[in-house]
């Protein structure tokens, strides 16, 4: 559901969506093309020895990256109104590690605004219940401890985020509860196939596709959530505005507008920055000021290896059990 701050403001998000850009999707178009049309290209070049694998390495980690920003905004219902056609064209998995269906399901509950950042309703929540923070081992803690910082989060929050789904998954089998398991039958046969053809025809490894390339996209892509959402007593004002710079917000797709989207999740990713700067003052008002001016170099600088906050939420809220999964930190996606 949309926000608007005033009638004015739906008048000029309309104008936005009426633009060719928003009609046509051209943009997202392209943005497909460029990300598979970049990946098969770089395949053909190792398989013609046109390209060495250490030459082809950087291009497949961003754009892995660039496929899971682009996921993202396929499952906001683009480039076609058609949810089966937006989810074909996400499917294939590039970055391996997260079923598109998986990662389509728990980002799409992430978006209930009143229960961002409260562990076991947020399945995209950075923090934990005090309760649970107790009884874990200490070296659980150091590695929570450590996703919290930029370095740390580049470090182990790939690691973290697969053997929680993979935990999860396999939890959910072992008590017989199989909703899953087509999807995730399927994600491995797809996985397989891509392996497969990598490593016979272009001559890459799967290891090497799974070590050298997959987790580098994974640790990119954990930097745009390190600092994406606060523990604070409004709602709006836990959703960041990151003033990130043009390489970044391409390749997250102007997602550093975090609030912005939020509030217009139907608005395209190339209608996000004009839609800010129209209500520049206001959104920053909205947010409590939690604007990050310097973009994520500025995090770089401030959290490289100082904690942004605390781990455990300080809400009382936070630290009731909802449901039989008290903390969905078990299923997270960190893309």
């Known amino acids: 559901m949309a926000e608007y701050f005033d009638t004015d403001h739906a008048r000029d998000v309309a104008a936005l969506q009426a633009g060719l850009a928003a009609r046509t999707e051209w943009p997202t178009w392209l943005l497909i093309a460029a990300v598979y049309g970049g990946w098969v290209c770089t395949?053909?070049?190792?398989?013609?020895?046109?390209?060495?694998?250490?030459?082809?390495?950087?291009?497949?980690?961003?754009?892995?990256?660039?496929?899971?920003?682009?996921?993202?905004?396929?499952?906001?219902?683009?480039?076609?109104?058609?949810?089966?056609?937006?989810?074909?064209?996400?499917?294939?998995p590039l970055a391996i590690w997260f079923p598109y269906t998986l990662y389509r399901d728990t980002h799409l509950e992430h978006h209930r605004d009143e229960a961002l950042t409260l562990p076991g309703l947020d399945p995209e929540s950075n923090y934990v219940p005090a309760e649970r923070w107790q009884q874990w081992p200490a070296w659980r803690r150091a590695l929570w401890q450590a996703r919290k910082r930029f370095v740390g989060r580049m470090l182990v929050g790939p690691p973290m985020s697969a053997a929680a789904v993979t935990a999860t998954a396999w939890r959910a089998l072992r008590e017989g509860d199989r909703r899953y398991a087509p999807m995730w039958i399927a994600h491995g046969i797809s996985v397989a196939a891509l392996l497969?053809?990598?490593?016979?025809?272009?001559?890459?490894?799967?290891?090497?596709?799974?070590?050298?390339?997959?987790?580098?996209?994974?640790?990119?892509?954990?930097?745009?959530?390190?600092?994406?959402?606060?523990?604070?007593?409004?709602?709006?004002?836990?959703?960041?505005?990151?003033?990130?710079?043009?390489?970044?917000?391409?390749?997250?797709?102007?997602?550093?507008?975090?609030?912005?989207?939020?509030?217009?999740?139907?608005?395209?990713?190339?209608?996000?920055?004009?839609?800010?700067?129209?209500?520049?003052?206001?959104?920053?008002?909205?947010?409590?000021?939690?604007?990050?001016?310097?973009?994520?170099g500025e995090l770089l600088r401030r959290f490289a290896w100082r904690a942004t906050d605390a781990v455990v939420h300080p809400f009382d809220a936070a630290n009731e059990v909802h449901g039989a999964q008290a903390v969905q930190d078990e299923n997270r996606i960190a893309a």
């Open 43 to 92: 395949v053909w070049l190792l398989h013609r020895h046109l390209l060495s694998l250490a030459g082809a390495t950087p291009l497949f980690v961003l754009l892995c990256t660039w496929h899971m920003s682009m996921q993202h905004e396929l499952l906001h219902g683009h480039p076609t109104r058609l949810a089966w056609l937006n989810r074909l064209l996400g499917y294939p």
């Open 196 to 296: 497969f053809v990598l490593d016979v025809w272009a001559g890459v490894p799967w290891w090497y596709y799974l070590l050298a390339i997959t987790w580098p996209a994974l640790s990119i892509a954990t930097i745009r959530s390190l600092y994406e959402h606060r523990a604070a007593p409004e709602p709006k004002a836990r959703i960041v505005i990151n003033e990130a710079g043009f390489v970044m917000r391409l390749l997250f797709l102007n997602n550093n507008y975090h609030l912005v989207h939020h509030d217009l999740p139907a608005l395209p990713w190339y209608c996000l920055p004009r839609a800010w700067r129209l209500r520049r003052e206001a959104y920053a008002h909205k947010c409590g000021h939690f604007v990050i001016r310097g973009g994520y």
